[in-house]
């Protein structure tokens, strides 16, 4: 019993050390975010408060963090730019409605539609998204509105710092794991900065943080067709984001930690998260990857994790603002820099002489179109690529045999037929030169799909005009359920064969 209590307390202990580091990581990235959606940085510190409270305590996946994310923020700017703020409240709920619906539909196991050389993209452009994320933290903004790296002792200062991150990062693990290495790093960086009066930028420099509780808000919207009108385009791809992000992430949480999430309860989880957000004057969010990882390695392996960061986080707005505005800016891109180091499949570049070249292109595309658009749209391309390269690879797989048996020309076709493999079919058959029987066994192969059908149909009609008979044999019940739906679509004959049995064995 005793054991037990330890094993639970050292749990506890871990995940809360884990949130706090989390707590600390999500202060500029959620200011930044608001920032990008041109919002009030409250309203993206709000954002990952609730979105992370709400799906740890009934929907998320155990070591997984949410929040305001960059992915969201990039669609709400030109919403908020247009309609103002109020629009993006409303929007944010209906997100989250769609959300709900989805994970009540059960519409969270098509991740499993995702393949692996996807995955890899996704996780390696993120990497390098996070990477470039922090790069304007080494530049300055002139007066003229050009962008300029920092002056150079500032970098240099910069620099050292974020090195001296990295640095305590890597090996205080080694001393021991009973602190997060992650916290260790910023306060020993921060204690430095204040104590010797280093000048370099810090969170206050960013943005203000301290505020009282999230009130709670109605968005100031006309209840119309026209506001739906307005926001509902936005709302769909906000909610597909949300979800294509939270779920791809639970993935590779997965497979790090050897465990299994549940996508539908994920998506329920992420869709209240953001129905409550969006009553509470927050933009909304959905799972971030890099915090998560900071997460996953600092021991935070529960949900408890989650809820401490969203708690540890209110408590930094409510109180202790004054404090976390002095924590350079520094230690936390060092900290964000160990997240691209970990997040990046380094082992990816060992496997591009090993694997198929379709495959890594795939990976190659997904990354890099996650660099230039969002992950979203890159998952979506990577999925659709995959499934042409897959639909290319079997149609080349199409072919028959042919004998004859008591004057008719048997052909014993292998290989799927759907819409990549017609033309191959087609080209199977001599139709002209064929004897008036022919009978073709589908033994080996598939109907797959309408296309399929049509071109089964296409060569019936091809063996009638000349006076010939076709059979079909063999086709699996697939296949003859979709030859009944097809009615007239199929006119060949299906009788019985003294010799053959019948045409389509159904009876085999």
């Not at 910023?186 to 280093?198: N, Y």
């Not at 994920?266 to 957000?277: D, P």
């Not at 059908?453 to 044999?473: M, P, V, W």
Request: proline share 4%; charged share 15%; aromatic share 8%.
């Amino acid at each position: 019993m005793f054991t037990l209590y330890y094993q639970h307390a050292a749990h506890a202990k871990d995940d809360l050390l884990s949130g706090l580091t989390v707590a600390l990581a999500l202060v500029p990235e959620a200011v930044a975010f608001a920032f990008v959606a041109g919002v009030h940085p409250l309203v993206g510190l709000y954002a990952a408060c609730m979105v992370g409270l709400i799906t740890s305590l009934i929907g998320g996946r155990p070591g997984m963090i949410s929040g305001a994310t960059g992915a969201l923020a990039v669609v709400m700017v030109a919403l908020v730019a247009e309609h103002g703020v109020e629009y993006l409240f409303a929007t944010v709920v209906l997100m989250g409605v769609l959300q709900v619906l989805a994970g009540l539909l059960k519409l969270g196991k098509f991740i499993r539609m995702v393949p692996h050389p996807v995955m890899l993209g996704f996780v390696n452009g993120l990497a390098m998204v996070i990477f470039l994320a922090q790069l304007p933290h080494f530049q300055v903004e002139s007066i003229d509105g050009s962008v300029n790296w920092l002056p150079m002792n500032q970098l240099l200062l910069m620099l050292g710092l974020v090195a001296a991150t990295m640095f305590i990062m890597y090996f205080w693990p080694k001393l021991t794991r009973a602190i997060p290495s992650g916290l260790v790093a910023i306060v020993t960086v921060s204690a430095v900065v204040i104590f010797v009066g280093l000048d370099t930028k810090t969170v206050g420099d960013v943005a203000q943080i301290g505020g009282g509780l999230p009130p709670f808000h109605l968005p100031e919207v006309p209840l119309n067709l026209e506001t739906l009108e307005i926001i509902f385009p936005y709302a769909v791809i906000l909610a597909l984001i949300g979800l294509i992000e939270s779920l791809l992430t639970m993935r590779v949480i997965d497979e790090m930690t050897q465990t299994r999430g549940r996508g539908n309860r994920i998506c329920i989880g992420q869709g209240a998260s953001n129905v409550v957000t969006g009553f509470f004057g927050g933009m909304g969010g959905c799972a971030m990857i890099g915090q998560s990882m900071i997460n996953i390695s600092s021991g935070g392996l529960r949900n408890l994790s989650g809820i401490a960061a969203a708690l540890f986080l209110l408590s930094f707005i409510l109180f202790a603002s004054p404090l976390i505005e002095m924590i350079p800016i520094a230690a936390l891109v060092g900290v964000m820099f160990m997240v691209v180091l970990g997040t990046f499949e380094w082992g990816s570049f060992q496997l591009l002489n090993k694997i198929p070249p379709t495959d890594s292109f795939v990976g190659i595309l997904v990354a890099v179109v996650t660099v230039f658009t969002d992950l979203a749209i890159a998952v979506v391309v990577g999925v659709i690529a995959s499934a042409l390269v897959f639909a290319w690879n079997h149609a080349k797989h199409i072919s028959a045999t042919t004998e004859m048996f008591d004057a008719t020309k048997v052909y014993r076709v292998r290989g799927p037929l759907f819409f990549a493999s017609v033309d191959g079919f087609h080209a199977l058959f001599d139709v002209t030169g064929d004897p008036e029987n022919v009978m073709i066994d589908f033994a080996e192969s598939r109907v797959a799909d309408h296309s399929a059908i049509e071109a089964i149909d296409s060569l019936a009609e091809r063996y009638t005009q000349l006076g010939k008979r076709l059979h079909l044999r063999h086709l699996t019940p697939e296949c003859r359920e979709l030859l009944d739906k097809a009615g007239d679509l199929v006119e060949v004959n299906i009788q019985e064969d003294p010799h053959y049995h019948v045409a389509d064995d159904r009876l085999a």
